[in-house]
């Protein structure tokens, strides 16, 4: 699925990337550690997280994920739309729990990792 039809099926707001809603995600991951989000290695990945800091970016950015929802209504900070726009990423932050956007995705298409 695109990235424009996860915008619309969470009902987000697209914070940086607009320009790259035709990209493809295949793989669905949810998590506020970054630890567990190091340990990927998939590609057309879309990661779900609440974790809305730096080291959120820094830490997709280590494991190659382009596409960032910040679920349960958090906020990203200009420094994070910075990073992220400098690494060629879509943020899109929506009001609902990270379960519900989950389930959400995964009944529309999205593949889990495990």
């Known amino acids: 699925m695109t990235l424009r039809e996860v915008n619309e099926i969470l009902g987000g707001r697209v914070v940086c990337g607009e320009d ?3 990209r493809e995600v295949e793989y669905g991951f949810a998590s506020d550690l970054m630890s567990d989000v190091l340990t990927l290695n998939t590609e057309n990945l879309l990661l779900l997280t609440g974790l809305t800091n730096l080291q959120a970016i820094r830490t997709s950015e280590m494991s190659e994920i382009t596409n960032i929802v910040f679920v349960r209504n958090k906020k990203v900070n200009p ?10 990423m879509v943020l899109i932050e929506c009001a609902s729990s990270m379960f519900k956007c989950a389930g959400k995705l995964y009944q529309a298409g999205l593949k889990a990792i495990y």
Do not use: H
């Not at 420094?79 to 060629?88: E, F, I, T």
């Open 79 to 88: 420094d994070m739309v910075q990073l992220a726009k400098a690494n060629d």
């Open 20 to 22: 790259k809603l035709d």
